[in-house]
Antibody, heavy 121, light 105 residues
């Protein structure tokens, strides 16, 4: 059974960098045909896909976040990470990591429990 | 960007009812359409992928149809655990979600 767990600070000051890590168990993040995604849910609003790391090594980002975003992986620790720079209150959200498989066209099948990040001074 | 519009935004129903939720894409997304269920304080759960394929472990009372721009999620014989918020999501170009449909008792 694949399990994902987000970790990172729950409070980030405006203009600083938001850093989150997702630890995966039950699957290797370097296994062929897997996508490892970040998704967020703004309070009272909808879900927004942020970006992914693909098991082959490539990344793909939401164009609205590209200039501030970096998604990377540490295969030795079976973790992938999100860094979002120059945050504002608009980045306050519940952040999820989620996994998908190529044969399902990266439908988001495995999810972490989510971590709340608040941007505030 | 492809905009996903769900209707209705909220829906009241009773146990045993059949309900249908609609999702319309602003551009053709073929069958690159997924449905999720989310309960308060929990992560979304994948129900349907590829517009009509039932995810493993999901009860057969859930079904999806559609292609192009118009899609539906149908739940036959509602169970108490089905009252939740449902989202559609396209993966044809980037990834975007509908605004959600809250299914209430």
């Amino acid at each position: 059974q694949v399990q994902l767990q987000e970790s990172g600070p729950g409070l980030v000051k405006p203009s600083q960098t938001l850093s989150l890590t997702c630890t995966v168990s039950g699957a290797s993040i370097s296994s062929d045909g897997h996508y490892w995604n970040w998704i967020r849910h703004h309070p009272g609003k909808g879900l927004q896909w942020i970006g992914y790391f693909y098991s082959g090594g490539s990344t793909y980002y939401n164009p609205s976040l590209t200039s501030r975003l970096s998604v990377s992986a540490d295969t030795s620790r079976n973790q992938f990470s999100l860094k979002l720079t120059s945050v504002t209150a608009a980045d306050t959200a519940v952040y999820y990591c989620a996994g998908g498989r190529e044969y399902q066209l990266n439908a988001f099948d495995f999810w972490g429990q989510g971590t709340t990040v608040t941007v505030s001074s | 960007d492809i905009q996903m519009t769900q209707s209705p935004s909220s829906l009241s129903a009773s146990v045993g009812d059949r309900v249908t939720i609609s999702c319309r894409a602003s551009q053709i997304v073929s069958t690159y359409l997924n449905w999720y269920q989310q309960k308060p304080g929990k992560a979304p759960k994948l129900l349907i992928y590829g517009a009509s394929s039932l995810q493993s472990g999901v009860p057969s009372r859930f079904s999806g149809r559609g292609s192009g721009t118009d899609f539906t999620l149908t739940i036959t014989s509602l169970q108490p655990e089905d009252f939740a918020t449902y989202y559609c999501q396209q993966s044809y170009t980037m990834y975007s979600f509908g605004q959600g449909t809250k299914l209430e008792l």
